[in-house]
């Protein structure tokens, strides 16, 4: 059995950064990031040449989103994403 349980013994995160297990989370993090810096979904969809829905569906979890659009929308408002081992 699969289960999504983090073992925050052994982890690499920095201080205040938190693991992401699902796409909502991940979408969560870039929408508040993108409002902290004032920027429009539209002017994001822009950045990084996608459309406004792609941007809106991305935020809302849609786990169709390519995950190129997903790296390119979290660096284009500065977030980091990476993967960790689990034990």
Do not use: W
Not at 42 to 49: C, H, Q, V, W, Y
């Amino acid at each position: 059995m699969c289960r999504n349980v983090i073992d925050r013994s052994h982890s690499f995160y920095p201080e205040g950064m938190e693991p992401t297990a699902r796409p909502t989370d991940l979408g969560a993090a870039i929408r508040e990031r993108r409002r902290r810096l004032g920027v429009t979904q539209d002017e994001l969809a822009s950045s990084i040449g996608v459309s406004r829905r792609v941007i809106g569906q991305l935020e809302n979890g849609k786990e169709t989103v390519h995950v190129g659009i997903v790296l390119r929308a979290a660096r284009a408002v500065g977030l980091d994403v990476g993967v960790e081992p689990r034990g």
